[in-house]
T-cell receptor, first 113, second 107 residues
Framework: DGGITQSPKYLFRKEGQNVTLSCEQN?????MYWYRQDPGQGLRLIYY???????QKGDIAEGYSVSREKKESFPLTVTSAQKNPTAFYLC????????????FGPGTRLLVL | GQQVMQIPQYQHVQEGEDFTTYCNSS?????IQWYKQRPGGHPVFLIQ?????EVKKQKRLTFQFGEAKKNSSLHITATQTTDVGTYFC???????FGAGTRLTVKP
């Protein structure tokens, strides 16, 4: 489970504000992922990146943006365009073929008031 | 990306009973991974299956990958209260997850 940090654990924001969630990994993994989880629901893919300076939209990318300027970091910005941003956000990373275990960070619970 | 359907959504068992969750796809999968998420926690990797017909065991857990590589199952023998949580399957380079099966165990 170790090697991926997400901060903060809880985040409160006012409606209409952009907020950036951090995700850092020291596992030297190429691929990184962002998921959203609503209470009692599964994981929905927001964005993923398989190499630095490249990323792909997942199933629910609208209202979110990401960057991948460094291998270790994959921050997620929840913009004001996201209609219902309150959720549990999970970041994950995965190694190359043959080392495909996906490791998750502890998550950030975002509450928009 | 490849999508997987997971059933059942919920399963409530008496401690000691067996439990099975299924993951199905309409397309051939390159591999499938299984994760467990405890209440309030984050998903934790359990296992990856790659080969057609593969069966792997971890103590009371048995994982199977179908011959056609379109379905997979996780079976828990003699459930314990420590097995409580949500079990997910996931697949593909974009790591899309099934909806999960939430297991509750009555002591």
């Amino acid at each position: 489970d170790g090697g991926i940090t997400q901060s903060p654990k809880y985040l409160f924001r006012k409606e209409g504000q952009n907020v950036t969630l951090s995700c850092e990994q020291n596992l030297n993994h190429d691929a990184m992922y962002w998921y959203r989880q609503d209470p009692g629901q599964g994981l929905r893919l927001i964005y993923y990146s398989q190499i630095v300076n490249d990323f792909q939209k997942g199933d629910i990318a609208e209202g979110y943006s990401v960057s991948r300027e460094k291998k270790e970091s994959f921050p997620l910005t929840v913009t004001s365009a996201q209609k219902n941003p309150t959720a549990f956000y999970l970041c994950a990373s995965k190694g190359r073929r043959g080392q495909e275990t996906q490791y998750f960070g502890p998550g950030t619970r975002l509450l928009v008031l | 990306g490849q999508q997987v359907m997971q059933i059942p959504q919920y399963q409530h068992v008496q401690e000691g009973e067996d439990f099975t969750t299924y993951c199905n796809s309409s397309t051939t999968l390159s591999n499938i991974q299984w994760y467990k998420q405890r209440p309030g926690g984050h998903p934790v990797f359990l296992i990856q299956l790659v080969k057609s017909g593969e069966v792997k065991k971890q103590k009371r857990l048995t994982f199977q990958f179908g011959e056609a590589k379109k379905n997979s199952s996780l079976h828990i023998t003699a459930t314990q209260t420590t097995d409580v949580g949500t079990y997910f399957c996931a697949t593909g380079n974009d790591m899309r997850f099934g909806a999960g099966t939430r297991l509750t165990v009555k002591p």
